[in-house]
């Protein structure tokens, strides 16, 4: 079997299992953006009603999947992974929304279907995504999610730094900044700017799994570096789709960066260079797996990195 | 001495201590929005400026108070409360940027300045409100907020429940459907709207306070009773003031509800109609606070009431 071969199958395997948590993950989404018993009020109903559209109408889940897996490995496989996985997901979607908006990257489409603010209109987004953003936290905090108040308590706080403008607020205004911007973004700065944006949410389900399962202090440090070169690596792998693919294929306009002039590792690096680059990252999260000491319980979270590298979507 | 002169010298002693209160909040939020050692960096700084401008020029800070008084009056005055003050000030705050949007209400002034996006770009607005949400969160949820982690995880629960799409974005959006709609909201609709938008988060200030200083059950009871008075007189007051003051007086734009043919409790029940109600609101709050046998510990929280019946912006 050669290399290459061997990465397909870690793929496949991975994509497979990924595939089945989908649909509790979305049962969960559903769950908890139901309508309330006194909410049957239509006017109150198209807040919801766009809250349910901008969560459910697809994704490939895979913030859920890195919490969910990563408790599950540690052995903690209850609900309570699933609703902070779902927290996490849904501070996903409200930075999608809002990033479609006009005034940020003004998309028309989002996994093939119309954005939010197209599908409604834009105070209705603006609306929604607020209140999904909210939304994360009351589920965060629900004493469901974890019998200690103090490890929700630190969920919170850790979704907030990762979301807020130290971690994903934040690395959006230096994307949007950076477009408009005299002087182009340096390696370094491009690096920083995409951990915030893309890796923190990324590397922050990683260690919600971790703190949802008590992991010893070097564990935590393993999953925090696990996480944060799955982020840098996501985010590669993101421009590289976009500036090889073409919309039908993606679901959303391809070829945008390129059309904005806007700096991403590819580039800089060039479509090679980025690859190598994944390649090293692959390895550097693949690396903190086995200092986690996880055994054959760690191979899907191994399989997690090849597969962030060689999505195609 | 009149019963009009008892009031005018609860006022009065009322906004004295506000005023008195105001300088230890807005030194608590201006620590909790500096800059990071290592964010020297001119293009996020862009973010944090606009976080700042948004939060720091101004204000009542009457959420703040209400939360600090209630755990005061229990008997807890240490930085919790003030910590916990100053995430419901920096929700109250997101939420002014937000429905400033051009989406939204359209406004340009705010406080006599320029609004967020004006004084940024509406890209910067939404980001800011997006991120002082987050923070909001961030600081409830950190240890120095209560020693006890379930109740700082209760206080992210209750302040996501008071702000989100049950509460006050919720609130927010049957407020803007209602403009457009056909039929126009009917006084329980009306009551109901402003109960969620601006009622749930002055009620939780309250309520908040009393989780801090683990208020009986039955003292809860009556803080929620006049947390919910106090709202509903709030926005009452805030309707009168906009149906009859200046810009110049208002520090935004007046008379913007009539304009857009909003739906308030004051063309409902006329203006003489709308004070009746709000003085049944104030003797309702006072009430309850009565009922919490706080004795002379209470008595800022009873000028409150008249404080938010009379106030003139």
């Known amino acids: 079997m050669t290399d290459l071969s061997a990465r397909d199958a870690a793929v496949e395997a991975f994509r497979l299992r990924l595939d089945q948590s989908k649909p509790r993950v979305e049962a969960m989404l559903d769950t908890l953006l139901a309508p309330t018993p006194s909410g049957g009020n239509d006017r109150r109903g198209r807040l919801l009603d766009a809250m349910r559209y901008s969560v459910l109408l697809g994704g ?22 699933l609703r902070a996985a779902c927290a996490v997901e849904l501070v996903h979607c409200y930075s999608l929304v809002h990033d479609d908006l006009p005034a940020m990257d003004d998309d028309d489409l989002r996994r093939g279907r119309p954005t939010t603010h197209r599908a409604f209109d834009e105070a209705t987004a603006i609306l929604a995504g607020d209140a999904l953003l909210t939304l994360a936290f009351e589920v965060m905090a629900d004493a469901p ?35 408009t911007a005299t002087t182009p973004l340096e390696r370094s700065e491009i690096a920083r700017m995409q951990a915030m944006k893309t890796g923190a949410l990324l590397q922050f389900s990683v260690e919600a799994g971790a703190m949802i399962a008590s992991a010893s202090s070097p564990r935590r440090d393993a999953f925090s570096q696990y996480g944060a070169a799955i982020g840098a690596a996501f985010q590669i792998a993101d421009d590289l789709l976009d500036a090889e693919s073409d919309a039908a294929a993606l679901g959303k306009r391809a070829g945008k960066d390129g059309e904005r002039n806007k700096a991403t590792l590819v580039s800089i690096l060039g479509a090679n260079g980025a690859r190598r680059e994944l390649d090293r990252l692959v390895a550097e999260a693949q690396l903190a797996i086995t200092e986690a000491r996880l055994g054959e319980e760690g191979r899907f979270l191994c399989f997690a990195a090849k597969y962030v590298a060689s999505r195609q979507n």
Chains 1, 2 share one sequence.
């Open 145 to 179: 999610t974890h019998p200690d108040g103090s490890v929700r308590a630190a969920l919170c706080a850790g979704l907030a730094r990762a979301s807020g403008h130290t971690g994903m607020a934040g690395g959006q205004m230096l994307d949007i900044s950076a477009e």
């Open 60 to 81: 490939k889940r895979l913030r859920p999947f890195l919490l969910i897996e990563t408790a599950r490995a540690l052995g903690v496989g209850d609900d309570g992974p």
